[in-house]
């Protein structure tokens, strides 16, 4: 018995297929997202958390793999919206007036994903979540690969400070375990950890309520100005805590990508000369 539950738990921390647009992250960053693991994506407000999940959602549902995506602080309308985006190139905005227009090309665009890609939507529980995923298993009698938790704060009693979002962590952790689950959780960092607004990826010292303990991998996000009045610019993922790959703590070793938030799509690496920080291991 304890020799099957050993064999399953190494099957299950097999790497995730690779998803376009994020060579840099997995190349010269040597980040691998697995199975049976938690991985952290923390930024400011406004800076392309959800943008990089819902990315990476898309593209893993895209090859076939199961993604339960918690959505507390956005609800179906938007959600939806962002997704025809990413899908179509289509700008946010314009997602509703096709709607109207074409609706069976955007219908055939989420029936694309929809068996792989399942939104929950408003506060949940960590009783909330478990059965949801026993939904998903009685649904299709195996777990998700993939459980996305968009965002930490936004949790139903996680919100209120250290010790509630503390407890949900290890409750995290102990699911990715259990489940054999990719666990993605999204997460605040401080508004005041870079220098200005130079789209600097936050020090693993700024993520809210020091809560580093339980990913095994934690990235920081940082966009450029331009992206947030809605252009096309670069964004830049440092990799804080990475056990298996290179790593700097203060955020200054970090991927470039080449964004558009307009369409919540990550479209390729970006330039290679970053300056500070970047060849250095």
């Known amino acids: 018995m304890l020799t099957s539950l050993l064999v399953r738990g190494d099957a299950q921390a097999d790497p995730m297929p690779r998803v376009r647009g994020f060579d840099d992250l997995y190349d010269h ?3 691998v997202f697995r199975r049976r693991q938690v991985v952290m994506i923390a930024g400011r407000p406004g800076h392309g958390k959800s943008l990089v999940a819902l990315a990476l959602s898309n593209g893993w549902a895209e090859q076939g793999r199961s993604v339960l995506y ?5 609800g179906p309308d938007e959600q939806v919206q962002r997704l025809v985006a ?3 190139g289509m700008p946010v905005g314009d997602v509703e007036d ?3 227009s074409a609706p069976r090309y955007v219908h055939d665009e989420l029936a694309a994903v929809a068996g792989k890609l399942r939104f929950h939507f408003g506060p949940i529980t960590g009783h909330g979540l478990d059965n949801e995923v026993m939904a998903h298993v009685m649904a299709h009698n195996a777990f998700p690969d993939v459980i ?3 965002n930490l704060q936004d949790m139903e009693y996680a919100e209120s400070g250290y010790h509630e979002q503390t407890q949900f962590m290890v409750h995290l952790k102990t699911l990715s375990e259990v489940t054999g689950s990719l666990v993605l959780v999204l997460h605040h960092a401080s508004e005041t950890s870079a220098l200005g607004d130079t789209g600097s990826p936050p020090p693993r010292a700024a993520i809210l309520n020091k809560l580093s303990q339980k ?3 934690i990235l920081t ?3 450029s100005p331009a992206i947030r009045d809605g252009g096309s610019s670069t964004m830049r993922i440092a990799a804080v805590k990475n056990r298996t790959g290179r790593q700097k703590e203060d955020g200054s070793l970090f ?6 938030f307009p369409t919540m799509r990550v479209m390729a690496s970006g330039p290679r000369a970053l300056g500070s920080g970047r060849e250095s291991a």
């Open 70 to 74: 918690f959505s507390a602080d956005s």
């Open 86 to 88: 990413h899908r179509t």
């Open 255 to 260: 991927a470039q990508l080449a964004v558009d």
């Open 148 to 150: 996305v938790i968009d």
């Open 215 to 217: 990913p095994q991998v």
């Open 29 to 31: 960053m040597q980040v």
């Open 221 to 223: 996000v940082a966009a």
């Open 98 to 100: 096709c709607a109207d």
